[in-house]
């Protein structure tokens, strides 16, 4: 955090920049009085950020570069909202930093002590009345399917609380589920659960507040939804758990599919669980420790805690933005945006979200998100203009709270990203995950990924022909497997993943341990895997031609857009790009005359140089033969065993 040496005026702090440039200072502080004398000098600080919002749109330091000073934790009553009027200059822009280490803006309400009280035959257990706070129904959330979206949650310290469940996370943190061998038969509308002890643990939850609430992997490992169950009846093969008709999953209940049950009071049991009771406002809670006048209880009131739509040349940094309904901090159409040294938790969605050009995510701490860490878009994908935007040296852990699938620690589109120096840890899914163009990625670390999901990968991209120029080298792989208990068989847990004829990327130079697959290249072209390095992996790199066998629509040239998943048709996304034409003729050479070269043939992959190392597992290299590759008109040369 900022701490400044005093600067003191009877007005505003202007001084001299080392270049010298003037800049000017203002102060906001929490503790300071309401004025209507308060001018933003240190002396006569504001007390809130949206004082100096109107300093600064009043025209206060224009043409200056300007600090604004925020000191102490600010409960803000509504968002900082920025618009084009609060835009800096290149020359002169405008920054919110933190001053001192308490430094925050929060998008929660304070629970006081005083508003808890002791819950009649639970000695742990406490509750406060919500509603009196200042909370209603709307500002509360719901649970919903496929995905709740805008609930309020509790944090205690600042550390994100469990919505009461059944079965209760593991204390190692593994989540637990129901079903498996045990959910035995299916349709459309309904499942049968052979498990009298689930269902003594769920059926109380009907008659509850919210109803009975199911959130499952419900046919794929790789996909989650959430279902409310409308009753629970005894049959001949064990308990039918028929849904409510509004909430299908999105794809189809299937046999030995895995499922939790939360948000309702009856399963509420275990240190570190809430539930809110949405028709009265109650909060129930049962703290891991008893509540002591030092703790901190928030829980999320705003959508959002930052808004930034238009401001250009603003930067937020050395500071805390936590505890939103939706994504605490977002910057939406922005030049030279940025946020820097800052903590972005808490949210009910991702934690930063980001578009624009120039903008710079750089060495903050990310978690408790309830879908992403940092989604970001920059650069124009028809033109491949690059966006010029960094992410760098940030630590993102703890993401996909809510949504637990393709909400990474980097979402990432555009043109010309360079994401280096992060390090990416606990992920139920993937860690980076996205498309584009001429992208760098680079000495990242990626840690203990793809844990709870199957057909993944730690860093996974897919189905596209036109994004090409992206490389990644570098960045360290370490623990890509699954440790939850699956209910899918079939595929597995990849470092690198490039799916579905993806083609176009060079991966070099980079580190895979502890892996179930280190490298997946699945019928795509053009990919150079070269001066890598891996250790103890299941398979180093699994290698197919699915492009001539089951997925043949996607690289036909008479494919349609109505075959498979999307895009289903190459032609079709190349010719929306005008592919044999600049931009794209020009930057990439061999894509007009793409279709005239073995188009569905995973052709000109090269594996070269690559070491690896099986001595603690009975790993293998590369699972396809040299004449399968020579066929495919790839090569796979110089690669061999050597433990480092």
């Excluded at 618009?83 to 925050?104: K, M, V, Y």
């Excluded at 470092?495 to 895979?512: C, H, K, P, R, V």
């Excluded at 498979?564 to 600049?582: M, S």
Aim: hydrophobic residues 35%; aromatic residues 10%; proline residues 5%.
């Amino acid at each position: 955090m900022c701490s400044l040496v005093a600067l003191v005026g009877t007005a505003l702090a202007t001084v001299g920049a080392p270049s010298g440039e003037i800049t000017t200072h203002l102060f906001v502080d929490v503790d300071a009085p309401e004025l209507a004398a308060a001018d933003g000098s240190a002396a006569l600080p504001f007390a809130t950020v949206h004082g100096a919002q109107q300093a600064l749109r009043a025209g206060v330091g224009r043409g200056t570069e300007r600090i604004v000073h925020v000191k102490g934790t600010h409960h803000l009553d509504r968002p900082l909202a920025l618009t084009d009027a609060d835009s800096g200059t290149p020359e002169a822009p405008i920054r919110w930093l933190g001053f001192g280490s308490s430094a925050a803006m929060s998008g929660g309400k304070p629970i006081p002590a005083t508003a808890f009280s002791p819950v009649s035959g639970h000695p742990t257990m406490v509750k406060a009345d919500l509603y009196s706070l200042g909370f209603n129904a709307s500002t509360l959330g719901k649970l919903a399917c496929p995905h709740p979206a805008s609930i309020a949650q509790l944090y205690l310290n600042g550390i994100p609380q469990t919505i009461a469940r059944t079965p209760n996370i593991a204390a190692n943190k593994t989540w637990m589920w129901y079903g498996y061998e045990k959910l035995t038969d299916v349709n459309d509308s309904f499942f049968i659960l052979n498990d009298e002890a689930a269902v003594t643990a769920l059926q109380p939850a009907l008659t509850g507040s919210e109803g009975l609430w199911l959130h499952g992997y419900w046919k794929f490992d790789w996909r989650e939804t959430y279902i409310k169950i409308d009753s629970i009846t005894k049959e001949t093969k064990g308990w039918k758990f028929t849904r409510d008709a509004a909430t299908a999953p999105q794809y189809p209940f299937t046999k030995g599919c895995r499922f939790y049950a939360l948000g309702a009071l009856s399963m509420l049991d275990v240190p570190g669980e809430y539930h809110i009771d949405r028709t009265d406002g109650s909060l129930y809670f049962i703290p891991p420790t008893p509540l002591g006048p030092g703790d901190s209880v928030v829980v999320s009131f705003l959508e959002s805690v930052v808004q930034n739509s238009g401001a250009d040349h603003v930067s937020f940094e050395a500071m805390t933005v936590s505890d939103a309904r939706d994504a605490v901090l977002s910057i939406s159409g922005c030049q030279n945006g940025t946020v820097a040294d800052c903590t972005v938790s808490n949210a009910g969605s991702s934690c930063l979200s980001a578009s624009g050009t120039g903008l710079l995510i750089s060495n903050n701490t990310i978690f408790g998100c309830g879908t992403a860490g940092v989604s970001i878009n920059s650069g124009d994908i028809s033109s491949l203009t690059s966006g010029d935007s960094r992410v760098i040296g940030n630590r993102i852990t703890d993401v996909s709270q809510i949504v637990r699938t393709y909400t990474p620690g980097v979402a990432f589109q555009g043109v010309g990203l360079y994401v280096a120096n992060n390090t990416v840890t606990s992920t139920p899914h993937t860690a980076m995950t996205g498309g584009g163009n001429n992208h760098l990625f680079e000495y990242n670390t990626i840690q203990h990924a793809c844990y709870e999901c199957t057909d993944v990968g730690a860093f996974y991209t897919g189905r596209s022909w036109s994004q090409r120029g992206n490389v990644v080298r570098y960045n360290l792989f370490d623990g890509v497997f699954a440790t939850e208990r699956l209910a899918q068989k079939s595929c597995s847990q990849n470092a690198f993943y490039l799916d579905d004829e993806m083609s176009g990327y060079q991966f070099y130079n980079n580190t895979i341990r502890n892996a179930a697959v280190g490298i997946l290249l699945g019928g795509g072209r053009d990919n150079t895997i070269m001066n890598n390095y891996f250790e103890n992996n299941q398979n180093d790199i699994h290698f197919d031609d699915r492009g001539m066998t089951w997925q043949r629509n996607y690289c036909n040239y008479n494919c349609t857009s109505s075959q498979g998943y999307q895009p289903a048709c190459f032609r079709l996304e190349l010719e929306k790009l005008n592919y044999t034409n600049p931009p794209y003729s020009t930057a990439y050479p061999d894509l007009p005359k793409i279709f005239q070269d073995h188009p569905c043939l995973p052709v000109h992959n090269v594996i070269s140089g690559n070491k690896y190392c099986h001595d603690k597992v009975a790993g293998k290299f590369l699972d396809a033969t040299p004449e399968q590759i020579t066929s495919w008109l790839s090569s796979a040369t110089d690669n061999t065993a050597a433990c480092q």
